[in-house]
């Protein structure tokens, strides 16, 4: 695998179910992100890790729980969603997380909630 | 706060024509600024990137941007569209501010090339 994997591809998932988003990057990056993309609305971002560690929280819901166990491997938890949370969900990675750094990003998890 | 607005939400063009797609940013900071573009199905892959130098920035795939300080844009543009340039392009701007650097993205541009 190379580049930013995210799995799955698909998901729908009811209202009351949990379920995880995964993301994995092979570029030996030290930043990771999750994205979220809705139509007609701009790419928002949702959380930042650096060397593991959270450095952004951008006042998301407490139903998007993310984990990051290493610099390599990001998850999103997802628990009691509402439909309005269907969109694209976008993983990326970079060097770090300067302002110049270019990001890389994975496929996306296509999420629908029923 | 920084922000980017893209004029036109779609641009159609013929093949071989000019593609122009329009990018003006807000920064109170000396911005980054940045193009990705987005196949189906698909991430987003950088384009190209302004950080600082030249103000002309040559990318992937024929594709060139200008950053123009007085106009706070960079547009982007490719000489002749080829078929496999339908898709979306997001412009992006990025600053320190406050020790949190972030990008943020514009609403996109999605490019159709005709035959």
């Known amino acids: 695998e190379t580049g930013v994997t995210q799995t799955p591809r698909h998901l729908v998932m009811g209202m009351t179910n949990k379920k995880s988003l995964k993301c994995e990057q092979h570029?030996?990056?030290?930043?990771m992100y999750w994205y979220k993309q809705s139509a007609k609305k701009p790419l928002e971002l949702m959380f930042v890790?650096?060397?593991?560690?959270?450095?952004e929280n951008n006042s998301v819901p407490s139903r998007f729980s993310p984990e990051c166990p290493n610099s390599s491997h990001l998850f999103l938890h997802l628990h009691t969603l509402q439909p309005e949370d269907s969109a694209l969900y976008l993983c990326?990675?970079?060097?770090?997380?300067?302002?110049?750094?270019?990001?890389?990003f994975g496929p996306g998890t296509r999420l629908t909630v029923l | 706060a920084q922000s980017v607005t893209q004029l036109g939400s779609h641009v159609s063009v013929s093949e071989g024509a000019l593609v122009l797609l329009r990018c003006n940013y807000s920064?109170?900071?000396?911005?980054?600024l940045f193009w990705y573009v987005q196949y189906p199905n698909q991430g987003l892959q950088l384009l190209l990137k302004?950080?600082?130098?030249?103000?002309l920035v040559k990318g992937i795939n024929g594709f060139e941007a200008e950053f123009k300080k007085s106009e706070t844009s960079f547009h982007l543009t490719k000489p002749s569209a080829h078929m496999s340039d339908a898709a979306e392009y997001f412009c992006?701007?990025?600053?320190?501010?406050?020790?949190?650097?972030?990008?943020?993205f514009g609403k996109g541009t999605k490019l159709t090339v005709n035959p």
């Open positions: 990326a990675s970079s060097q770090d997380s300067y302002g110049t750094d270019t990001q890389y």
């Open positions: 570029l030996g990056h030290n930043a």
């Open positions: 890790y650096n060397f593991k560690e959270q450095t």
């Open positions: 920064s109170s900071v000396p911005p980054y």
């Open positions: 302004y950080t600082t130098g030249a103000t």
């Open positions: 992006a701007v990025s600053s320190t501010q406050g020790g949190s650097e972030k990008l943020v």
